[in-house]
């Protein structure tokens, strides 16, 4: 059964910035896209950015030219470096397969932004 463990979240104030990383087990992680989503209170959960099994990457508007998604296949490691934060990416942060049928979900990771 895949497992996906997300960590780096935090509290942190308008314009700093925050490294998130996923840690997956029991999959083939390399041949997998991969994903970071997040879900804000109230809000349905929505992408933030896709990395493909390749590298290739995707980003929601929101968080272009802030964000950027990174993968390590030889630590089965999924990252997001979030600069430049805002009070609207305050949210839990998750990350699953970025294409096809979803892995159970983690527990995610809470980022919240204080302006």
């Known amino acids: 059964q895949v497992q996906l463990v997300e960590t780096g979240g935090g509290l942190v104030q308008a314009g700093e910035s925050l490294r998130l990383s996923c840690a997956v087990s029991g999959s083939t992680f390399s041949l997998n896209a991969m994903a970071w989503y997040r879900q804000a209170p109230g809000k349905q959960r929505e992408v933030v950015a896709i990395v493909s099994s390749r590298g290739s990457t995707n980003y929601a508007e929101s968080v272009k030219g802030r964000f950027t998604i990174s993968r390590d296949n030889t630590k089965n490691t999924v990252y997001l470096q979030m600069n430049s934060l805002k009070p609207e990416d305050t949210a839990v942060y998750y990350c699953?397969?970025?294409?096809?049928?979803?892995?159970?979900w983690g527990q995610g990771t809470q980022v919240t932004v204080s302006s």
């Open positions: 699953n397969r970025g294409s096809g049928v979803a892995y159970s």
